[in-house]
C-alpha cells in the first residue's frame, strides 16, 4: 500500500511527540521545571536564559506556556 503525504504528517502530530519527546526539544522537564521556579523566585528571564544556554524568548514561551504546557512546578 502506499502511504499518502497526509499520513507522515499526522504521524508528526501525535501526542506522544511532546516534552521531552519532541525531536527540537532542547531542554528536558527538570530543567523546565527548574527555569519556572527560578523566575518565580524573581530572577530575570535574561539571567535564567543566559544560565541554561537558550534565548530569552525561548524561556519566556516556557513561562506563558506555549512551550512546554502549563505543568505544575
Not at 501526542?15 to 524573581?42: M, Y
Request: aromatic fraction near 4%.
Amino acid at each position: 500500500m502506499v502511504s499518502k503525504p497526509s499520513d507522515s504528517i499526522d504521524n508528526r502530530r501525535t501526542r506522544d511527540n511532546q516534552g521531552e519527546k519532541h525531536p527540537g526539544a532542547t531542554l528536558p522537564q527538570e530543567d523546565v521545571n527548574e527555569i519556572r521556579s527560578l523566575v518565580n523566585q524573581g530572577f530575570t528571564q535574561k539571567s535564567v536564559a543566559a544560565l541554561f544556554g537558550v534565548s530569552r524568548s525561548c524561556i519566556s514561551s516556557i513561562i506563558r506556556g506555549k512551550a512546554w504546557g502549563l505543568k505544575s512546578v
